[in-house]
């Protein structure tokens, strides 16, 4: 008797080992598809419109492209916010390094341009709507390692899945 329930109390651990091998083994790719490969992201406010839908749009983001340096002009890239390290920003990349990039500085307020050459390792980020985007106009060019993902499509809501148009 003692034996027996011996035996199914053995049988029943290594069963939960074997599931919670399975489930830790689901949690470590999870993590690293989401971290490292691509990773679904809410997106929402002004700075976007009419790219992205100011109540919020469900974009899938990918992570090799910025890792290997491979974003360009006209991608709309995930960004460390360099005003606070906790927020994540959208923006669409205008400028590379050593471009010339000219913008109105207060476009609500004046037509007053300024022109500035981006430095090595950084990028020009701007939101689609200059009127309502806190973006390089404000901080100045970003530096190259707080790009976080490029954005491959949207994919909510589904009345406008697919890629972002330039």
């Not at 679904?40 to 469900?58: F, H, I, K, R």
């Not at 530096?143 to 148009?165: D, E």
Request: proline share 6%; hydrophobic share 40%.
């Amino acid at each position: 008797m003692v034996a027996g329930n011996l035996w199914r109390w053995r049988n029943a651990v290594k069963e939960a080992l074997e599931r919670t091998a399975v489930v830790a083994k689901f949690l470590c790719l999870l993590h690293v598809t989401n971290n490292y490969i691509c990773s679904p992201t809410l997106v929402y406010g002004p700075s976007m419109l009419p790219t992205l839908n100011l109540t919020g749009d469900v974009l899938l983001t990918e992570h090799i492209t910025s890792r290997l340096g491979r974003v360009g002009l006209g991608d709309v890239v995930l960004v460390r916010s360099p005003e606070n390290p906790r927020k994540t920003v959208t923006k669409r990349i205008l400028g590379m390094e050593g471009d010339t990039v000219t913008f109105l500085v207060d476009p609500k307020n004046s037509d007053r341009c300024h022109t500035l050459v981006v430095p090595k390792g950084h990028v020009w980020i701007q939101g689609d709507n200059m009127y309502a985007s806190n973006d390089s106009r404000h901080f100045g060019p970003v530096p190259y390692g707080l790009i976080q993902g490029k954005v491959l499509c949207r994919v909510w809501p589904l009345n406008g899945f697919g890629s972002l148009a330039n």
